[in-house]
């Protein structure tokens, strides 16, 4: 199987969606690089699929106009995204070759109405000079940010040889011993064959400050989101109440209000639930947020982060939120490897899914879980999100997908806790048959629940709400 960072599952984005504006922005930046030593006059991109049919509400045309542009979605000041998209409707696109390449997104950005058999999220960038195609390259968008380009198999990293090679919860198990007592410290093993030992630790640290910075973002901001159906932010009301009006003008001053705020049951919450809102928020209009494992989740894992650091250990160092990522990184990077991480492929199953159960097993590390309940909690996580259609309406990462975040949270809290005063040994479904049950849910479900937005909420709300 492929090998995985957990820096292949946390990448730090632009919203609203991994697969339809994260792939496709990598995808069209790579297109560009290929384009380096040509000359050309014109450039097409074809979508199909899911791609197509929800590519406009998640702002597909938005992104490849962005890539093929070199902008990069990790550094880009995500406030300046609408001027970009004007500027290049007025000068073009100065290409790597110092062409430039006037764009008409109506046109030349073509959404098809099929789907390419190939897989559900297929794009085709065709370039031209004086009418004459000069190259045309295909691209899947595999969700979490993956792409992949036809023709290129998924092959391991060159000269990669990891210490402890994982493709199942079984391999974790077998490799515990003394120095090895924690998933964390196998996954960490793993991650310095991939980089030195400060670079990982910065990694992680930019990844954790991100999110938490995404939170912040949110709770300050109120007002519509973009896209057409009028849905209210709603985390700087919740945050606002939670605070009892308490004014704040630092992270850090927030956090310690937040930390101060109350420790009942209906406080916290309120409190996982304005985070993860927040997050999706954010991600709903184009602002920076990390996929956790997708956009579409990017809320779970911090709120679930949030709650740990705020409620279980207010004085948790770094390294024990390393250990959270670390664990968390690693379910997330087993159900790519045995299922999907891709709503087009296996439904909201695959993302709010796979994101809650991610957060059930880090928090349970950090809480003083053992290996074997950090991956019962991730099971039991999973097993109540089997099935889970995605169903967004209007295109639109919106609803019911905010809300969904704030449940997949709640929902990983209550897997680690079950998960802590129970007996793995007397569970009757393991990590490992909860990843093949939930690929088989993907496979047999109707592809109409597979974000198309033309089956479930997409599709019976117009009938109430016709202008929808």
């Known amino acids: ?98 062409d430039i390449v006037m764009l008409n997104s109506k046109d030349d950005i073509v959404f098809h109405k099929i ?37 290129d198999n998924e092959v391991a990293v060159e000269g990669m040889v990891l210490p402890f090679p994982i493709d199942t919860c079984s391999d974790v198990f077998s ?14 093993e793993n991650e310095l064959a991939f980089r030195e030992r400060g670079v990982v630790e910065k990694k992680v640290e930019a990844i954790i400050d991100t999110m938490i910075d995404s939170v912040y973002r949110g709770v300050q901001k109120h007002g519509i989101l973009p896209g057409g159906l009028n849905v209210k932010r709603r985390a ?32 916290i919450n309120q409190w996982v639930s304005c985070f993860a809102l927040a997050v999706n928020e954010e991600n709903a209009s184009f602002g920076r947020i990390v996929t956790a494992p997708t956009n579409g989740a990017a809320g779970v894992i911090p709120a679930v982060l ?56 880090g928090l349970t590390e950090v809480l003083g879980g053992t290996p074997e309940q950090v991956f ?36 990983a809290i209550t897997a680690c806790n079950l998960a802590l005063v129970g007996n793995p040994q007397d569970a009757i479904v393991n990590f490992d048959i909860v990843v093949k049950t939930m690929w088989d849910t993907a496979q047999e479900m109707n592809d109409k629940f597979k974000e198309t937005s033309e089956g479930g909420l997409a599709y019976s709300l117009p009938v109430v709400i016709p202008e929808c």
């Open 306 to 361: 949030l709650y740990y650091m705020c409620f279980c250990n207010p004085d948790a160092d770094r390294q024990t939120l390393m250990r959270y990522m670390l664990t968390s990184g690693e379910v997330g990077s087993l159900f790519k490897k045995g299922a999907t991480i891709s709503a087009a492929v296996g439904g909201c199953q695959a993302e709010i899914g796979v994101s809650s159960a991610m957060a059930a097993a």
């Open 115 to 151: 789907t390419r058999q190939e897989h559900p999220n297929t794009m085709t960038f065709k370039a031209y000079q004086d009418g004459a195609l000069v190259l045309e390259e295909t691209y899947f968008s595999l969700g979490g940010g993956f792409v992949e380009k036809e023709g």
């Open 236 to 267: 700087k009301a919740l945050n606002d109440k939670l605070l009892q009006g308490a004014t704040f003008d630092t992270l850090e001053d927030w956090l310690t209000k937040v930390k101060s705020s109350g420790v009942d049951f209906n406080s």
């Open 376 to 411: 019962m909690a991730a099971e039991i996580a999973m097993e109540h999100h089997l099935g889970m259609t995605c169903d967004p309406i209007g295109g639109l990462v919106q609803v019911p997908c905010i809300e969904r975040n704030a449940m997949g949270a709640m929902k």
């Open 175 to 188: 490799y515990l011993n003394e120095d090895l007592r924690a998933v964390s410290d196998i996954v960490f």
């Open 1 to 98: 199987m492929e090998q995985l960072s957990i820096f292949d599952i946390y990448k730090v984005g632009v919203g609203p969606s991994s697969s339809h504006t994260l792939g496709p922005w990598r995808a069209a930046l790579a297109f560009r690089i290929s384009l380096k030593n040509l000359s050309i006059s014109k450039i097409e991109t074809h979508l199909y699929g899911s791609l197509s049919k929800t590519g406009k509400g998640h702002g597909t045309d938005i992104a490849v106009q962005l890539g093929l542009s070199g902008l990069d979605p990790v550094i880009i000041d995500t406030d300046d995204i609408k001027t970009i998209i004007n500027k290049i409707a007025q000068n073009g696109i100065h290409m790597l070759s110092h």
